[in-house]
């Protein structure tokens, strides 16, 4: 799918900005400060019904102003056109697809298949294991439609099971058959999506200069010689002692390592872009292929901390997936040749942006 126009009001300093985005790559030209990631975060809402800079709605509504408002149209691979919106203010927010009030802002994400990659995804090598684990939930999320009932059931029965361990109760049976039943479920399909990522990341990955070989491993959240649920009868007294349960679904993650050792320790910061990118870009082009659907790319501040080598395979990489990319940078001579190859360019500056 791609977007065929953008309109954003009052999104930090975008007060009032309407875009068309080329139907391939369209690159976002401009200094510090000037609006480029504001852009790429107000699509991202369009997607996720939230920023990726965090949860709080105050800093994204321009000063002075109740509330913002995105509006994307888009192509599906059909031909045939969709409408959705966004609308925040500090009470809260909506979302709207095709003129109809969705339900949850999940909604967003299945009719606007996304992958972003920013300075902030450096966490995905470097944060806590719910960073990674939210990469799997949502590639099932798009290409498993079933396990969003097992993940509904887990949150629930988890969340019963805690509150139940605070209390000192002993009506723990029945939400840790529950939880077991849905966690073995969930975490089978977290494996099985990260076994098929692996080899279209490694492809990827295999494309860029200097790079090690990286291995995907997954780390189930509790022994595997033993069942869940004999997992949760055997520790509820220490869960009891904590207030929580320790372990379960809910803390599957997976590890990225290059000759068995963490890549935090083997690579440089470029190197660590460029996995992250392999990885990010992997996730799109798998559901790409399993659904027939093609995602919408974002990424901010594309060329920085790369060689100029491995950015020029970047671009190679992103033209041959042939998704529609917005992205950004702060060098106009790297927008400028890649205007020059079919690029839409695009200058940025205090919250405008104008076609070049």
């Known amino acids: 799918m791609r977007i065929r126009a953008i309109k954003i009001r009052n999104v930090r300093n ?8 080329g139907r391939t790559l369209s690159i976002f030209i401009g200094g510090n400060g000037a609006g480029k990631t504001s852009l790429l975060e107000a699509v991202y809402m369009l997607a996720r019904g939230r920023s990726f800079r965090g949860m709080r709605v105050a800093p994204l509504i321009r000063q002075g102003e109740s509330e913002l408002t995105v509006f994307g149209e888009l192509v599906e691979e059909s031909g045939g056109i ?23 802002l ?20 470097d944060g806590g294991p719910r960073i990674r684990r939210r990469l799997l939930d949502w590639g099932l999320f798009h290409v498993e439609p079933s396990i969003r009932e097992s993940m509904h059931q887990y949150a629930r029965a ?24 849905a966690g073995e479920r969930l975490s089978r399909s977290r494996e099985r999506y990260l076994d098929q990522l692996k080899p279209v990341f490694s492809a ?27 997992i949760l009868k055997s520790r509820r007294v220490p869960d009891e002692r904590v207030g929580h349960s320790m372990q379960g679904s809910h ?23 460029l996995i992250v990118l392999s990885l990010l870009l992997a996730q799109g082009k798998l559901l790409a292929q399993q659904t027939d659907r093609k995602p919408v790319g974002l990424i901010d501040e594309f060329d920085a901390e790369l060689d100029s ?7 190679e990489t992103i033209r041959e997936l042939d998704w529609q990319f917005l992205i950004t940078s702060v060098k106009r001579e790297f927008g400028h040749e890649l205007k020059q190859s079919g690029a ?13």
């Open 106 to 125: 999940s909604e967003l994400a299945l009719a606007v298949p996304l992958v972003s990659v920013t300075p902030l995804s450096q966490t995905l090598l």
């Open 204 to 230: 990827l990955a295999a494309g860029f200069s200097g790079l090690p070989r990286v291995d995907l491993v997954f780390q189930q959240g509790w022994p595997r010689n033993q069942g869940l649920q004999q």
């Open 251 to 273: 803390r599957d993650t997976f590890r990225l390592t290059a000759g068995g050792k963490p890549i935090q320790e083997m690579l440089s910061r470029g190197q660590q872009k």
């Open 14 to 21: 975008l007060v009032a900005v309407d875009v068309l985005p």
């Open 158 to 181: 988890l969340h019963q099971r805690n509150a139940l361990l605070r209390k000192g109760s002993c009506a723990l049976e029945p939400w840790e058959l529950v939880l077991a039943e």
């Open 309 to 315: 080598s491995n950015a020029r395979i970047a671009v």
């Open 82 to 104: 969709r409408r959705v919106g966004v609308r925040k203010t500090n009470n809260g927010s909506t979302g709207r697809i095709d003129g109809t009030s969705v339900r949850a």
């Open 344 to 356: 839409q360019l695009f200058h940025v500056e205090q919250g405008r942006i104008t076609s070049m």
